[in-house]
């Protein structure tokens, strides 16, 4: 017990002297993401929102939130597509990024299933996103529910990396902050869009889209928008 004890206290004293020596994380003011979302994505225009009260409340004062809903242009509602994009870059309080499905079940959804996706980029580069299939009911004025579906897709975005699941965000942060002295200020881009094939245009103001078509669309849209505001996949980086 006492040999124990003494190799216990040698390492929190080898611990703690590490701790001093090492030099000060780099990065604490370095984001991987620029601060805005693009007003047009390929055919898709944005238009600028304010972050939600319920996000305000849930998350730290100094979290920075953008949102534009994307729209293709058209007069007809029937061929248009809508969708929505949030970007939410950490402030000072790791609490502003964490698993998605923690708010969505909390706003009603019900995460169907779960996949990773990759999105191949004009630049010949891939980038990897999780799409997660939702679903919840709506009630009608008539009383009647209506089954609603959506797929929400999402990716974390670090200093110079990115992956689309959370366990490997914490690894790379242990990592990056061990052996490259790197501490990631850590985005979290995502755009979600509802399946609209058991909709009237009248009551989604989209076209009709079942969920190979909306998961199509919300890819294309990513693949536009990810170089306008992810660092790394810029065309000079």
């Not at 611990?15 to 020596?21: D, H, I, K, R």
């Not at 969708?83 to 990024?97: E, Y």
């Not at 990716?155 to 992956?163: E, H, K, L, N, Q």
């Not at 490997?168 to 790197?182: A, C, E, K, T």
Request: net charge neutral.
């Amino acid at each position: 017990m006492i040999i124990r004890a003494v190799i216990l206290l040698a390492l929190c004293g080898m611990t703690v002297l590490l701790c001093q020596l090492s030099p000060q994380p780099k990065g604490d003011d370095e984001v991987g993401v620029l601060t805005e979302l693009p007003m047009v994505a390929g055919s898709f225009v944005g238009k600028s929102e304010d972050p939600s009260e319920q996000e305000r409340a849930l998350l730290p004062t100094d979290t920075i939130i953008v949102k534009r809903s994307y729209r293709t242009p058209g007069r007809a509602i029937e061929n248009t597509d809508l969708a929505q994009a949030s970007l939410v870059i950490a402030g000072s309080d790791s609490r502003s990024i964490h698993r998605p499905e923690v708010c969505l079940d909390g706003q009603g959804w019900t995460v169907v299933s779960s996949s990773v996706r990759p999105v191949k980029l004009l630049s010949g580069q891939v980038l990897n996103v999780r799409d997660l299939a939702i679903e919840r009911e709506v009630l009608l004025a008539d009383g009647s529910k209506l089954p609603l579906r959506a797929h929400y897709v999402y990716w974390f975005v670090g200093a110079d990396v990115s992956t689309p699941n959370n366990l490997d965000r914490q690894l790379l942060s242990f990592r990056d902050n061990v052996l490259r002295n790197i501490n990631h200020r850590w985005a979290y881009p995502s755009v979600m869009a509802r399946v609209t094939d058991n909709l009237t245009p009248q009551q989604s103001g989209e076209r009709l889209r079942n969920d190979a078509e909306t998961i199509e669309m919300i890819l294309s849209l990513i693949r536009s928008l990810a170089p306008h505001f992810q660092k790394d996949l810029m065309p000079h980086s």
